[in-house]
């Protein structure tokens, strides 16, 4: 049999299938028949293949199965099973994308409360390019003397209710992207140890309320459970929700960094009933976030904007979420908290690493700074414009280990948050799926015939338990550095090889500015050009067309 896509080959192509499942199908029938009935299981095969390769040569939608009738659906096979094949008989353990299996194995061996140790010494190329290290003390402090459980005050001068955060948090994701048995199942992990759920933009659920874990409710560009029938932010609304006892901080979504600049999509097929109530939605249909506030629309708005949600919620803290993207518009927000003498309690910096079940390729790949470049920069700005100490900074992006958490310290965050990790802890495969409705962990989906196999009262302990060991092995790395406070970390402590014979520092790599330099005019040659672009009443940068 010849494969082609030339006329006469086809019409051989498609006349040999009918010639070959007509003798197939007379055969096993008479084989059936007169020999022994057994045969009729060969029979069914052979009618069921027959029907499937006829609907293949009458469809029109996919060329590859009109063609070559039955064996043309094995490219289609193929195509789902590739990510599957390849994690688990192909890839190794330190190859994998996103994640790879020593990280996935580490926060499920974290998560179940099992052995995480490793044997035989580390699988990493430690002379490679880009491998990093942190760098111990001959003097590390006793682990016992340690704060097991740090955490941070957030709040500034404006508020009134401050709240004591852990540094390691949970990652906004929605009721919607998420199922309600995952969301309840985070928020009874984050009740029992202590830390904070972001709900995500998608609204307070009556799965982030039922076992009273602490929750961070984002507001995003759609406004979800604040809007009115227009999409508008709805002020009465969200006074009623932001007092809850429940919610302890609120976040305005900027952008996030797997698809800043595009905001939110829910598929139609995830959008139940119970999610277009909380959210005030139609049900049943795609809903797409509008990729920008209809709020405001200068720097100087968005920071009002923030006094007015603050105002609202009777003073509990409020803080935004970003991915860095023209560092020009970063630079204007500060130029307007310091003309309002206005700031958040705190500001999330996210990743271009950071991940979602539903955005372009454009946008995942290729758009937004990565979380270590943002956060730096961010840093720089707050000190070099002399409001840090206003500021909390929380880091988010691929942050699945304590090296990782370490790294981000040192770079200037304050706390961290956590969405794929408490994923993985939850039982996420890594299928690759999240965004089809097809979750086989039934982790994001809304199908019951996938959720049901989610029993929040196991899975909370697994999320639990990936927190404790995490915090746990977070502090005894700072130990080992020499460190007691996760705050005496700096950009010293960590080094990364960028050649075989040539190691640098975070210090070298991500340079410091002191303390109000900014203010005084001594801002470093690279930040020159987002100084001059930096304008309190408008976003971007100067057209190059007049």
């Known amino acids: 049999m010849t494969l082609s896509f030339g006329g006469d080959k086809l019409f051989n192509m498609r006349s040999k299938f009918v010639i070959l499942s007509t003798i197939m199908l007379v055969g096993s029938l008479l084989l059936s028949i007169y020999l022994d009935h057994n045969w009729y299981v060969l029979f069914g095969i052979v009618v069921i293949l027959t029907v499937m390769g006829y609907a293949d040569m009458i469809?029109?939608?996919?060329?590859?199965?009109?063609?070559?009738?039955?064996?043309?659906?094995?490219?289609?096979?193929?195509?789902?099973?590739?990510?599957?094949?390849?994690?688990?008989?192909?890839?190794?353990?330190?190859?994998?994308?996103?994640?790879?299996?020593?990280?996935?194995?580490?926060v499920y061996q974290r998560a179940k409360g099992v052995r995480d140790t490793i044997p035989f010494g580390t699988q990493l190329d430690v002379y490679k390019e880009g491998y990093e290290w942190i760098s111990h003390s001959i003097s590390p402090k006793h682990f016992n003397t340690l704060d097991h459980d740090p955490r941070i005050m957030v709040g500034n001068k404006d508020c009134l209710h401050p709240y004591s955060a852990s540094i390691l948090n949970i990652s906004a994701m929605s009721f919607g992207s998420l199922s309600g048995n995952a969301v309840e199942a985070l928020n009874w992990g984050a009740k029992l140890g202590n830390f904070a759920h972001n709900t995500g933009e998608g609204g307070i659920s009556d799965h982030h309320?039922?076992?009273?874990?602490?929750?961070?409710?984002?507001?995003?560009?759609g406004y979800f459970g604040c809007r009115d029938k227009e999409g508008n932010f709805d002020?009465?609304?969200?006074?009623?929700?932001?007092?809850?006892?429940?919610?302890?901080?609120?976040?305005?979504?900027?952008?996030?960094?797997?698809?800043?600049?595009?905001?939110?999509?829910?598929?139609?097929?995830?959008?139940?009933?119970?999610?277009?109530?909380?959210?005030?939605?139609?049900?049943?249909?795609?809903?797409?976030?509008?990729?920008?506030?209809?709020?405001?629309d200068t720097p100087l708005g968005m920071v009002k904007f923030i006094k007015k949600l603050r105002d609202l919620s009777g003073g509990k803290p409020v803080g935004f979420k970003l991915c860095i993207g023209m560092k020009s518009e970063f630079i204007s927000i500060c130029q307007a908290m310091i003309?309002?003498?206005?700031?958040?309690?705190?500001?999330?910096?996210?990743?271009?690493?950071?991940?979602?079940?539903?955005?372009?390729?454009?946008?995942?790949?290729?758009v937004g700074a990565p979380l270590l470049?943002?956060?730096?920069?961010?840093?720089n700005i707050l000190v070099g414009m002399g409001i840090r100490e206003h500021i909390k900074l929380f880091a988010s992006g691929k942050i699945t280990s304590a090296f990782h958490i370490a790294r981000v310290f040192a770079l200037g965050a304050d706390a961290c948050y956590q969405a794929r990790a408490n994923k993985l802890a939850l039982g996420c495969i890594?299928?690759?799926?999240?965004?089809?409705?097809?979750?086989?962990?039934?982790?994001?989906?809304?199908?019951?015939?996938?959720?049901?196999?989610?029993?929040?009262?196991?899975?909370?302990?697994?999320?639990?338990?990936?927190?404790?060991?995490?915090?746990?092995?977070?502090?005894?790395?700072?130990?080992?550095?020499?460190?007691?406070?996760?705050?005496?970390?700096?950009?010293?402590?960590?080094?990364r090889r960028v050649s075989l014979n040539k190691m640098m520092t975070y210090e070298e790599i991500f340079p410091s500015i002191p303390k109000g330099a900014l203010l005084k005019g001594?801002?470093?040659?690279?930040?020159?050009?987002?100084?001059?672009?930096?304008?309190?009443?408008?976003?971007?940068?100067?057209?190059?067309?007049?």
């Open 235 to 296: 002020a009465e609304l969200y006074e009623q929700k932001a007092k809850m006892d429940a919610v302890k901080m609120i976040e305005l979504k900027i952008s996030q960094g797997a698809k800043p600049g595009h905001g939110g999509i829910l598929p139609a097929s995830k959008n139940s009933e119970e999610i277009a109530k909380i959210r005030h939605i139609l049900p049943h249909t795609i809903v797409e976030s509008p990729p920008h506030h209809s709020s405001f």
């Open 59 to 106: 469809q029109t939608r996919h060329t590859i199965k009109r063609l070559y009738p039955v064996f043309g659906r094995l490219r289609y096979l193929m195509e789902e099973l590739r990510p599957k094949m390849y994690q688990y008989f192909i890839e190794s353990d330190i190859n994998g994308r996103p994640f790879n299996r020593v990280d996935r194995s580490t």
């Open 373 to 379: 470049d943002g956060l730096a920069f961010v840093q």
């Open 430 to 495: 890594q299928a690759l799926l999240c965004n089809t409705n097809r979750c086989p962990t039934g982790i994001t989906t809304q199908d019951p015939k996938l959720t049901i196999g989610l029993v929040p009262k196991d899975k909370k302990d697994r999320v639990l338990g990936y927190h404790q060991k995490t915090l746990k092995n977070f502090v005894e790395l700072i130990g080992a550095a020499g460190l007691t406070d996760p705050k005496q970390i700096t950009r010293e402590h960590i080094y």
């Open 339 to 366: 003309q309002l003498d206005t700031y958040p309690d705190y500001i999330a910096v996210d990743g271009g690493e950071g991940g979602t079940g539903a955005a372009p390729p454009e946008f995942t790949n290729y």
């Open 209 to 221: 309320l039922r076992h009273g874990g602490d929750l961070i409710w984002q507001i995003g560009t």
């Open 522 to 546: 001594e801002i470093p040659e690279k930040y020159i050009p987002d100084f001059s672009y930096a304008d309190i009443n408008r976003w971007g940068m100067p057209s190059k067309i007049a």
